[in-house]
């Protein structure tokens, strides 16, 4: 796809009954793993829609968001309040097809006009998700352009950071690492939900992208959202969306909405049944398999994983570690491609070198069907 997930080299597809040497495809984040939740919810997330129905361009004239299905904004505002992972009172929200739509959204809003005599550099502390610097020069843009490790930017020109957090490759928490004049942030929040991370604080940035594909697992919807505080600048991505697709969907926004309001209603707050949670019930999965790694990690000796600290998480009132949608592995010592290695044993990961990192790292989808999970294990004791 556009953004470097290659869905088409291994479908992506029903992996259930695998041939033993079958090639697993552990590059890509699709979260299939999500399918076992949301089986076990059954019709309660079903909707039906008349072929009447959500024929106009328009969802609300009155927001300046006028494409936001209602239901959706609502159900979104209830889900950040029930998990108290990001504040939404005094900021706009704005829909978009996934936040890679949005993501080219707010640069444009944050760099237009144009009020220098050359394009704004967008940076990221590497390893920084892969998609990024083809995001931002894809179409070669006037506006901004990559500038690369964030580490490493010294130039005095106007920036553009982007603050992954938790972290897509590593799953650790980050802040901002320029932290001079004239920056403007943008924080990439698609990992901040309770099956992956503590949650420690309601956050409350400038600029906040969120995206169903990580948060519920329906990557297929292509549904995000950004909120943000500055009208001006969610007046611009407004514009931006206008012109690039005239709005977003009304199905899959009505589908989201209904999913997320499903979750937010069985958050545990409100006293719903065990094994109800959704954020419990995939955290107790990625839990499961961390641990499985680890294991299997110590026992090879071959590779190192990151470590993550205990903190309390607001949400689940435990005092927990993180357990990322992605395991970013080192080799150890010697083994220049890491990336390699996996693939002489049948198995797709994505190199260090993708995230402007090294070789001998890889980053390894978590959010995988179980069987593709076990497979890996299998082939992992064996490396
Ligand atoms: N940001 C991060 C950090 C991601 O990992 C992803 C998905 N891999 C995205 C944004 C984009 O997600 P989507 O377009 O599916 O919403």
New binding site residues.
């Given amino acids: 796809t556009a ?1 470097g ?1 290659n869905v088409k080299e291994n479908h992506g597809g029903d992996t259930r009954n695998l041939p033993v040497d079958a090639v697993i495809n552990l590059d ?2 699709d979260p299939t793993m999500y399918e076992s939740y949301w089986r076990k919810v059954g019709d309660e997330c079903t909707f039906v829609i008349k072929g009447f129905e959500s024929l106009s361009y328009f969802s609300n004239p009155n927001n300046p968001c006028w494409f936001l299905e209602p239901k959706l904004e609502e159900a979104i505002k209830n889900l950040h309040g029930a998990v108290g992972n990001a504040v939404t009172d005094g900021y706009s929200i704005i829909v ?8 080219q959204a707010v640069l444009f809003a944050v760099t237009t006009p144009l009020e220098h005599a050359s394009q704004i550099n967008v940076v990221s502390p590497a390893p920084y ?1 892969s ?2 610097p083809e995001i931002v020069d894809l179409v070669k843009s006037g506006l901004y352009k990559w500038a690369g490790d964030a580490h490493e930017f010294e130039k005095d020109e106007p920036y553009i950071e982007l603050v ?1 957090s938790p ?2 490759p590593s799953g650790v928490i980050r802040g901002s690492v320029v932290n001079r004049e004239g920056g403007v942030l943008i924080h ?1 929040l ?2 901040y939900w309770p099956q992956y991370t503590p949650i420690t604080s309601s956050l409350d940035f400038d600029i906040m ?6 948060c519920t697992g329906h ?1 297929g919807s ?3 959202w950004a909120l943000v505080k500055d009208k001006e600048v969610a007046k611009k991505m407004t514009k931006f969306m206008e012109v690039n697709t005239i709005g977003v969907s009304k199905e899959p926004q009505l589908r989201v909405a209904k999913i997320l309001q499903v979750i937010a209603d069985r958050c545990k707050r409100f006293g719903s049944p065990e094994g109800d949670d959704f954020f419990e019930y995939n955290k107790n999965l990625l839990t499961e398999r961390w641990e499985i790694l680890r294991e299997t990690v110590k026992k090879t000796q071959m590779f190192t994983l990151p470590k993550y600290p205990l903190q309390h998480c607001n949400y689940t009132g435990d005092v927990t570690q993180a357990h990322p ?2 395991a970013w592995m080192k080799c150890k010592e010697g083994i220049e491609d890491c990336e390699k290695l996996f693939r002489n044993h049948k198995i797709l990961t994505r190199s260090g070198r993708r995230f402007g990192s090294d070789p001998g790292f890889v980053r390894v989808s978590m959010v995988g069907r179980d069987e593709e999970f076990k497979l890996f294990i299998d082939r992992l004791s064996m490396i």
């Fill in positions: 953004n997930d890509h984040g978009g097809t996934g936040s890679s739509q949005l993501l998700y998609s990024y992954t972290n897509n990439d698609a990992y992208l969120f995206t169903a594909s990580k990557a292509r549904v995000g949608a992605f």
